[in-house]
């Protein structure tokens, strides 16, 4: 999916208004909502919504699309996450989503982005007021599962670290994580 977003650069498309940012700060900024480009990346389509196995009950990501990170300019793929308790008012990342690829899970469920836009101006979102970063909830929820040996790796582990793993301990890894 990296090589796939960095030969991106350049040619995107951003041309859909999307709210990006949590509460009051979210503000609208542009996407690439090609469902066939997004696809090839991502592996989903904007507007599926997806669930974290093992992640916190009630979570559903709904994909939106590419952009530039407003901070490092490279392209990244953004979701809008909302559960039981909080409905994030706008786009946001999860770093690191490329390694809890296998743990996500499609609905079924696709969203017209549209609607979505309009539902979450309404509410400018809820409950957003001491959210964390959502991979540190999912692990946490995730904790439960997974052995102590098992829990040190994936908590201790950079997106470098993990691509750095060899074959057999990510086997492992993921094998314990899709318990």
Not at 41 to 53: A, N, Q, S
Not at 70 to 85: A, L, M, R, Y
Not at 108 to 136: A, I, T, W
């Amino acid at each position: 999916a990296l090589g796939l977003l960095h030969s991106l650069d350049g040619a995107l498309q951003c041309d859909f208004s999307f709210p990006i940012g949590a509460g009051k700060n979210a503000m609208p900024d542009w996407f690439d909502v090609r469902p066939e480009i997004v696809y090839n990346v991502v592996g989903f389509r904007p507007g599926d919504v997806l669930t974290i196995r093992g992640g916190p009950p009630g979570t559903r990501l709904t994909l939106i699309g590419l952009r530039p990170d407003p901070d490092t300019g490279e392209i990244s793929v953004w979701w809008h996450h909302e559960d039981f308790q909080t409905v994030h008012a706008g786009a946001g990342k999860i770093p690191g989503w490329e390694h809890m690829r296998q743990m996500m899970r499609d609905t079924g469920e696709k969203v017209n982005l549209e609607e979505l836009k309009e539902r979450l101006r309404s509410g400018k979102g809820r409950g957003e007021e001491n959210q964390g970063d959502l991979q540190q909830q999912m692990l946490s929820q995730m904790s439960a599962q997974l052995s102590p040996a098992d829990l040190q790796k994936l908590m201790g582990a950079s997106p470098a670290d993990l691509q750095q793993l060899s074959p057999a301990d990510l086997q492992q890894l993921m094998g314990a994580l899709m318990r």
